[in-house]
């Protein structure tokens, strides 16, 4: 039994994200100036569009676009990754997902975690993209085993941090003073450090295997690498970022616009180059460079079905044989409007996207439907024609592989792209985890299938008591 006078974990969250978002804008000036563009281009989105504004308060996700955030981090070790699933557990947070980047020249493999309960997504939809270094994947058996040895040797969480997660694990929860406490402390785990823990010598063989190898092992901790708030309209943000002084990567990763968004579309901007001191001989510092953190905006849209996925993986496959985005965005326009053209082929209203069962519907009683007045026994399709059931799209709240590479790899710089063989390993990454990640697909028909038995139950019930 909880005890009463535990901390939800909602609110920890909650917490944490806030904590999170306030010392990235201190870190990174230029996400204040990318928080404030996004508040002003939902705002102007919602004034222009009264119905979507309507429909945002029916499914109470209005309230929570302000404060939604994702994050990402890249850990070395399966112990950290453990270790981290524990601490996101005291959130309320679960691996949703797994994604292999391989596929995509990114030597990483990651989950999701986030809130899964409605609930919880309505109080705060906090999400932290958590990546593995697959060190199997790095050709040099030197450099491989070296870098093994420099991550074995670092703790990115502090003495207190584990014994809080200890203590909430044997007690079944946290007061508010070791809550406050936990969200200190786990936010030490994110903090940037401008020293690195290996040589300049190092380093540049790391960095020349891969950037973000050199990223991960390079420094005493995985610094969060950006934050992500979520936009009503991302092509807005993306043409007004320069206005703002801030350079956009040249295309939005994801589908194209569109009336009816599908999944997710993100864009950032370029990765800071900031100054970073090197260990050298004798307790002596050698001034360098790195670049590794940046600011991402994301506008999302219903969840697609397998089906829809297959469509989706089809129709982006399709456009990238036709044009393939070029690293440095000479051919974005060329790319974008390929992209446009072939996605006609996917259904662009609600109906048809449900009808045809590429997405997934949350299904509420209409006014008629709740007074259960002059109802017959109904199918589902006769229920929402006779106006007592209606349907809303379900948020997508995970990602997509290959936007998740091209934002990295965008940050990464233009010559960054290096090819590493498929070679995904679920398995081995469970393992590491401690856990199962939980399957998306699963999990959104389920909530589909509730809201859908609630609805129907209801309607079938005052046809029977007729």
Known sequence: MTNASFVKADTIRSDFSAAMSAMYREEVPAYGTLMSLVARVNDEALAADPLLKTRLEATDSLGRISEERHGAIRLGTAHELAMMRRVFAVMGMHPVGYYDLSTAGVPVH??????????????????????????DLIADEVLRKEAAEVLSAREIFTDEAVRLVEKAERDGGL????????????????????????????YKRLHDAH??????????????????????????????????????????????????????????????????????????WQAGSHTARFGEIEQRGVALTP????????????????????????????????LTDVFQAFPDDWNGIRKAGLGYFSYSLTEKGKAAASHRNADLETAI???????????????????????????LGDDAAQEFVASPNQVMFERDLG????????????????????????????????
């Open 385 to 411: 024609e006779d106006g007592l059931v209606q349907f809303d799209p379900i948020v997508y709240e995970d990602f997509l592989p290959v936007s998740a590479a091209g934002i990295f790899q965008s940050n």
């Open 307 to 338: 089906k829809g996925r297959a469509l989706y993986d089809k129709l982006l496959n399709d456009t990238r044989a036709r044009v393939r985005p070029a690293a440095d965005g000479s051919n974005a326009g060329e790319y974008e409007a390929a």
């Open 175 to 202: 007061d508010v003073s070791d809550a406050t406490r936990f969200v200190q402390e786990v936010l030490e785990t994110f903090r940037w450090h401008d020293r690195a823990i290996v040589s300049a010598g190092m």
């Open 435 to 466: 856990a199962s990640v939980l399957d998306e697909f699963a999990h959104y028909a389920a909530i589909e299938r509730a809201s859908l038995t609630m609805c129907m139950t209801v309607v079938n019930m005052a046809a029977a008591a007729e």
């Open 110 to 135: 990651s989950t999701a975690f986030r809130p899964v309960g409605d609930e919880s997504l309505r109080r705060n939809p906090f999400r932290v993209f958590t990546s593995l270094l697959r060190l």
């Open 211 to 284: 950037r973000l190898i050199a990223d991960v092992v390079s420094f005493r901790g995985p610094h969060i690498n950006h934050l992500t708030p979520r936009t009503l309209d991302i092509d807005k943000v993306q043409a007004l970022m320069p206005e703002e002084g801030i350079a956009p990567k040249a295309i939005v990763e994801g589908p194209p616009t569109r009336k009816c968004p599908i999944l997710l579309r993100q864009t950032s901007f370029k990765a800071l180059e900031e100054a970073v001191s090197f260990a050298g001989e004798h307790g002596t």
